[in-house]
């Protein structure tokens, strides 16, 4: 297992050596077998989430584990069904998701209402349902970026779903409200015995700073601006965070440049707390998570056809190694043969089934 994982992660193979992070490991909450007992049954959560929370960590390949491997197929909604589905039509299908993640060995599927209502006495008890509650929609003209409500935590506990999950625009100029609507949404999940997880994305165009050599440099994915934003969705009680992987550090500092000033940051942050190596950049999401009690997981990201497997198994690499829990990709699967997404799924949780790829 690791001499093909070593193959797919070709010139980064060295980041199975990476050792000196700058947050060591011990101060960290690692996923493992007892995580409900030890990391849920203290917390406030009650009865049924904590049944709830042992269904999903105890299913899948990766079963008994500590780590997740989740289906999330949204992508209809927040990219539209024709942009999603042209690359194979099979998933215009509800049943196609459930199947790909059945087949594909994951912990859970993640999707809309619609998706998981409409095949959900089929299929509520063999497979963790996660619900995504909120959605952008893209039909509005001009497009706008928004998270609105699309139904009721009462339809999710009525169709058996395991979890639910919202997305919250931090930085945008909806995000109160977003936090509002979905920390309420939240509380009465667990009320009603549901897991919750928090998809914790950036959005702001002021986020894209320009250098002095005129190149612009994207913070939606700097590890402090989106450790920030974990440690807002962990305020929220969300269980789980979902996050993008970082690719830089420093949001805070670019855009404190000249007259402007943007929140508060430490110096300590990028010498003592963080080094510019992903596996680091990582781990300082993961401390945002209340040093991993929350557990961390990154997003596949897009689909590019030629390079998917490889791409997903360093972010899996990076994830597993920072202290993270596992991941949550879906255009990278389902954008392709149901064969070829299964064998996709799988190549990721052998990251985190292969002892030799340990925590750093």
């Known amino acids: 297992m690791i001499t093909t ?3 797919h992660l070709g010139d980064k193979a060295d980041y199975l050596k990476f050792n000196t992070p700058k947050i060591p490991k011990e101060r960290l909450h690692l996923p493992g077998p007892d995580w409900v007992d030890r990391i849920f049954a203290p917390s406030d959560r009650n009865n049924r989430v904590l049944a709830n929370l042992q269904r999903l960590y105890g299913t899948g390949r990766l079963a008994n584990t500590g780590y997740l491997s989740i289906l999330p197929v949204d992508q209809g909604i927040e990219h539209s069904g024709g942009a999603s589905f042209a690359k194979n039509p099979d998933y215009f299908d509800s049943e196609n998701i459930v199947k790909l993640a059945i087949e594909g060995g994951c912990n859970a599927v993640a999707s809309t209402y619609g998706v998981l209502g409409s ?8 497979i963790p349902f996660l619900v995504k509650i909120n959605h952008s929609e893209l039909l509005t003209y001009p497009n706008k970026a928004d998270q609105i409500m699309y139904g009721t935590i009462k339809q999710a506990a009525d169709m058996g779903c395991a979890a639910v999950g919202a997305t919250i625009y931090f930085g945008s100029a909806e995000s109160g409200r977003q936090i509002v609507e979905v920390s309420q949404a939240f509380a009465m999940a667990h009320e009603l015995g549901m897991a919750t997880v928090l998809w914790c994305y950036l959005r702001n165009s002021a986020f894209k700073v320009k250098g002095a050599d005129g190149k612009a440099t994207d913070y939606h994915v700097s590890a402090d601006l989106t450790g920030q934003a974990n440690h807002l969705g962990v305020t929220i009680q969300a269980d789980i965070i979902k996050q993008k992987l970082p690719e830089n550090n420093g949001g805070y500092k670019a855009l404190n440049l000249g007259s402007s000033g943007y929140g508060k940051f430490d110096e300590r942050i990028y010498t003592d707390l ?17 040093m ?12 590019k056809g030629k390079g998917d497997l490889e791409a997903a198994v360093l972010t899996a690499v990076i994830n597993k190694r920072a202290g993270g829990m596992g991941l949550i990709s879906g255009r990278k699967a389902f954008q392709r043969p149901m064969k070829e997404g299964v064998a996709l799924l799988n190549a990721i949780q052998d990251v985190y089934l292969c002892p030799e790829v340990t925590v750093a």
Do not use: F
Request: with cysteine; charged share 25%; net charge positive.
């Open 119 to 126: 095949v959900a006495r089929k299929y509520a008890h063999k």
């Open 5 to 7: 994982i070593e193959k």
């Open 274 to 290: 963080c080094s510019e190596h992903p596996i680091d950049l990582c781990r300082y999401q993961v401390a945002n998570c209340y």
């Open 292 to 303: 991993g009690r929350a557990g961390l997981i990154n997003s596949g990201g897009e689909s």
